[in-house]
């Protein structure tokens, strides 16, 4: 079974507009984190945003939120006011309590337009 | 956070040959991880790699084909041996900080002709 699930291959959203990309997890450890990274065409991975298993509150991380629900097992990104530099790949990614590997998503190109 | 030199950042290389990939830690950690990620695609851990001890490699993975050296706690190789068109892809070099989440170096865009 799939671990990470990202269901959006590709998402368009206008300059200056918020947009939620999906994701969704499954794990039967209590204690898990939860990360979502960006890879811009260079290739690079660059870390946006974490979220703890028993984090009470939403992780923010300036114009990136992570909506957060755990009886439903999603750890949706939010981003607000999209800029152009924000058109990328962006993997959502796990690592449970008992390992220290990620496990990735298949990932979402996000293409912001003027 | 830790910084993370990972070189060559892309290489062409002749099919049959081997490529050793680098990546330098400006602090010392204890773990250091490789991915590769082909193209289009998400991506899979190949190996942990910790110092003093065998690379620890994942499922489909074998040490003859991604050997890795790991000789102190700031550096790691891993070598791409007798590639094929197959193997293009990225390679990318990741360690863990003080803070949970995991740092890439650059990455080595690979292709195998």
């Known amino acids: 079974a799939q671990k990470i699930t990202q269901t959006q291959p590709g998402m368009f959203v206008q300059e200056k507009e918020a947009v939620t990309l999906d994701c969704t997890y499954d794990t039967s450890d209590q204690s898990y984190g939860l990360f979502w990274y960006k890879q811009p065409s260079s290739g690079e991975m660059i870390f946006l945003i974490y979220?703890?298993?028993?984090?009470?509150q939403n992780a923010t991380e300036g114009r990136y939120s992570l909506n957060f629900q755990k009886a439903r097992k999603s750890a949706n990104l939010v981003i607000s006011a999209s800029q152009l530099g924000d058109s990328a790949m962006y993997f959502c990614?796990?690592?449970?309590?008992?390992?220290?590997?990620?496990?990735f998503g298949t990932g979402t190109r996000l293409q912001v337009f003027p | 956070s830790a910084v993370i030199s990972q070189k060559p950042s892309r290489d062409i290389c002749q099919r049959g040959t081997s490529l050793t990939i680098q990546c330098q830690v400006d602090?010392?950690?204890?773990?250091m991880f490789w991915y590769r990620q082909q193209p289009g695609q998400s991506l899979t851990l190949i190996a942990t790699?910790?110092?003093?001890?065998?690379?620890?490699?994942e499922s489909g993975f074998v040490i003859d084909k991604f050997p890795i050296s790991r000789p102190n706690l700031t550096f790691s190789t891993l070598t791409v041996s007798n590639m094929s068109p197959e193997d293009s892809s990225i390679y990318l070099c990741?360690?863990?900080?003080?803070?949970?989440?995991?740092?890439f170096g650059q990455g080595t865009r690979l292709t195998v002709v």
């Open positions: 990614a796990m690592r449970e309590g008992n390992t220290d590997k990620l496990i």
């Open positions: 990741s360690v863990e900080g003080q803070e949970p989440e995991a740092f």
């Open positions: 979220q703890g298993s028993y984090d009470e």
């Open positions: 790699a910790n110092q003093g001890s065998e690379a620890t490699y």
């Open positions: 602090s010392q950690v204890t773990m």
